[in-house]
């Protein structure tokens, strides 16, 4: 176990899936990327209780911050005149306007730097293509073409592969992966509006959901709103 | 003159050339990267002078900064622990300690978010390949292969095409190009070392010098050291 891998680790349940894949076989180094999302403090917090779970040294958790999409605010995540939806279908073709333009271009860009820096050989993310609400930078293509942009910009000596394990995923099964690998699903966030209690109305509250319902599994965390939890097991039982 | 390009502009000669180029046929927008250069108070000072010659308005100014090169702190550039090198060859075939990792990647992602949300079809470029001092993310075919990432990871509507118009030309042919331009070369800064007066020995100050130097023109700014300008004719005979 020498490689090291590199995490991009929201605070979510891909990325965890993600970690908890590169746990398998690598060291493990994690990136935070604060891009001025309304729950950054939460995806922060979550982000350091999940690092804790799996041992990852200070110097090896990276906080990556920007001012890019405070600046250019055209999404609902970043910009706060702009409501986030409710409701909305989350298998719909369009864009939504939680949409970050090139977010993940950006992420992947400052993993590609550090990954260079500390000679890590792998960059893992939780990129799911299916759930990924309509977001173009979330798609096997774009990960794929990044890597070669990655591997042309970088030192000839340098290659970095990008892993996206649960790219193919729904989210049920991501639920069910995540916790046949005894990730601790309890520690991660996913609501987009709030950062006390999630507020199971938000597109990616609604996909959360939609993950754990899937799964059979009661989703650890609490939520504002009545979720049945009928025919679902507690996840304490996959611990 | 309906469509707008976004110019990546550092403060230097190449970015300026490329907003000159751009000038002639766009509506400009411009980005300033800042991550935490040694010359970053100059260099957005000249960015903002060069912004006011081309009479750029405020709301397409784009000012990017990031940590990132802080935190991993592997370049000369960024971190002060690491001396700027002095009288290196300029053409030597080794990547020098002034390379910041897959900095360009970076600022073409940030330009790509920037571009797509203010509707720019075009992103300028200041990079030159063969005077590069060896960074791989001043390469044609980086430039190409992120083009690409960039493409399948906006919008299906969104195409930016990405223009670097001195990238294949040397030190000397750039202060030609951009001299027969009109641009305002004395508003660029190059010195890594120095925000005063220029160091005139860092790899920055001489490739600047080669570049006057083989375009025969007196550089217009001042430097620490004693310059042989014999041969050169002022700048000013060029506007």
Redesign the interface.
Known sequence: MNETALVCLSGGMDSLAALATADINYKLAVLHFDYGQRTGAKEKQCFHEIADWYKIPTELR????????K??G?SCLTDKSIAVPKNDDPHSED?PVS????????I???A???A???GATKIFTGFVEEDSSGY??C?E??VQ??Y?????????TTHIDIESPVLHMSKGEVVSYASSLNAPLPLTWSCYEKSDIACGLCDSCQLRLLGFTQAGIIDPISYDINIDWNKCIPYDAFK
Do not use: M
């Open positions: 990276f906080h990556i911050s920007t001012n890019l999409f600046v250019i055209t864009i949409y970050v333009p090139f977010r993940n271009g950006n992947l860009s400052a590609t730097s550090i260079e820096a500390i173009p930078d798609r293509e774009f073409s990044f070669h942009a990655a591997d042309t910009g970088t030192k000839p």
